[in-house]
């Protein structure tokens, strides 16, 4: 009998262990793809940062260097996908799952085109609140309506801080010479308010361009392109104008503040002038009655001797120039037989003394002095004369002539320094005038007055003030302005102690 068979014993298969290498194949990332990733990167972080930085401190966000960085990351990314194409599955953009070439590409094409817009946005309001600014201020330059002084003090007003201008009224002219002595006289000595006084109610602005802006720690600064026409010719300008962020969230509110810088070289473009040739008459005017004017200046610091002189030859009547040439002549031969102190006895008349004494100083706009100033300008005039800008004060900003054209005259107002007796420091001390020159020529003002009725500017042959320059203009010396307010140098020379105080 068979034995019977063993049950059959059921065994569970041993589990199968997972493969200790990888399924693929291990390939590289792109070093561009991570150079791109790496400058898109920083882009958004430092614009992000930048940001912040120009919210806390109420400041435009205007760094277009900044866009730089995202069209280095655009061409990083246009390479490393090329790269990576060519690369035949050697090099890999995908880190972490993160495909680094399209996420470098979209945040530096977008990144960038936003911020480019912005840029846009900010520079097309610079462009145009500037441009706003310079149209008001020019209008209140060459506006004939209501009074002219107010009207150029408004223009000045808007050349201050807007922090300054708080308090101050265009009406005011005194407020403004005593708060802005230096400032004031900077502004109405500069060439386009001196060209723009003389034909007010005549003149025609443009303005043509922003030559540039640049931004800075307080806001931007602007230069604007602009002409002015006018019967004296065509004025290429140079305006420069700053705009001043807001700093306080009162101050947001009014927005950026504008004011225009008065440059020391002038607003006009002196090469590119086109004058007509009543602009070139009177261009040449304001050179001969200026040189006329500094060298009686200069004559005058030679002594009272020389100063008796001087009025013969350049103040008394013009009909007596050939009577006083003769005395002149004389002089030489005088001298040399009875000694020097001979020579300006001739000139020395009861005319001339009461002139210089009485009637030679007058106050700004033909005040009459005080008997103590015309005392202390007699111990001025006989002991010094006058002298020359900046001798004294040297940093004074009174350096410029001004010719003014009335019906009956010409007038060039020449500036000067009246030097102040005193010992050490006091010894710096001076007033500021003006020797006023006169031309009453009658065929000079019928010349001038045919040249304005034909002016034609831009239309007619340009002129040159040389053509002028040989024309004798029968100059007069009519009278000395000064408020004899006296003034200390703010700063010595080098090597010079700091004067005191006045």
């Given amino acids: 009998m068979d034995s019977p068979t063993p049950p059959t014993t059921l065994t569970t298969p041993t589990p199968s262990l997972p493969a200790t290498t990888d399924t693929s194949d291990y390939v590289p990332v792109s070093w561009m793809a991570v150079a791109a990733a790496l400058v898109a990167a920083a882009f958004v972080f430092t614009l992000l940062f930048a940001a912040y930085t120009a919210f806390t401190t109420r400041r435009p966000l205007v760094l277009p260097e900044l866009l730089v960085l995202p069209a280095i ?37 977008v990144g960038g085109l936003v911020y480019a817009a912005y840029l846009f946005a900010i520079d097309y309001s610079i ?30 007003i808007r050349t201050l801080e807007p922090g300054r201008r708080s308090g101050l009224r265009p009406e005011n002219t005194q407020q403004l010479r005593s708060e802005f002595r230096d400032p004031y006289t900077q502004f109405r000595q500069s060439d386009l308010v001196r060209v723009c006084n003389r034909n007010r109610g005549q003149c025609q602005v ?29 004025f290429p300008l140079s305006i420069p104008v700053k705009g ?50 500094r060298q009686f200046i200069t004559a005058s610091s030679q002594g009272p001797h020389v100063q008796h002189y001087l009025y013969q030859r350049t103040i008394a009547p013009l009909k007596q120039a050939a009577f006083w040439e003769q005395q002149a002549i004389h002089t ?45 300008f007699r111990t001025i005039w006989q002991s010094y004369g006058l002298l020359p800008p900046q001798s004294r004060l040297r940093n004074s900003p009174d350096t410029q002539d001004i010719l003014q054209v009335y019906p009956d005259r010409v007038e060039v107002h020449v500036p000067c320094e009246l030097p102040f007796p005193g010992a050490g420091a006091a010894a710096m001390a001076a007033a500021r005038g003006r020797l006023v020159v006169v031309s009453r020529d009658t065929n000079l003002l019928q010349q001038l007055q045919q040249a304005r009725e034909a002016a034609r500017p ?45």
């Fill in 458 to 502: 831009g239309q007619e042959a340009f002129a040159s003030p040389t053509e002028f320059l040989s024309q004798d203009f029968h100059w007069r010396i009519a009278r000395l302005e000064s408020d004899l307010y006296r003034i200390m140098p703010t700063r010595a020379m080098p090597g010079e102690p700091i004067p005191d105080a006045p």
């Fill in 244 to 293: 001043i962020e807001p700093t306080t969230a009162a101050e947001a509110a009014a927005g950026r503040q504008w004011a225009v810088v008065i440059p020391a070289n002038g607003f006009i473009i002196r090469d590119k002038v086109q004058y007509t040739r009543y602009g070139a008459m009177l261009a040449a005017l304001e050179v001969s009655g200026g040189q006329f004017g």
């Fill in 73 to 109: 990351a655009i061409v990083l990314s246009f390479a490393a996908r090329r790269l990576i194409q060519n690369s035949e599955g050697t090099r890999t953009g995908l880190l972490y799952g993160v495909d680094l070439v399209n996420a470098s590409w979209w945040v530096a094409v």
């Fill in 206 to 234: 443009t303005v043509t361009s922003v030559r540039n802006w640049s931004s800075r720690p307080w806001g931007v600064e602007c230069e604007f392109g602009a002409t002015l026409t006018c019967p004296e010719g065509v």
């Fill in 127 to 156: 462009r145009r609140d500037g441009e706003a600014e310079i149209q008001r201020w020019l209008g209140q330059l060459t506006s004939a309506e209501g009074d002219a002084e107010v009207s150029l003090n408004r223009a000045f």
């Fill in 332 to 376: 030489l031969a005088r001298q040399a037989l009875a000694g020097g102190a001979s020579g300006p006895l001739p000139f020395i008349t009861a005319e001339s003394t009461q002139f210089f004494q009485d009637k030679f100083l007058t106050l700004p706009n033909e005040g009459i002095p005080s008997p103590e100033q015309k005392t202390l």
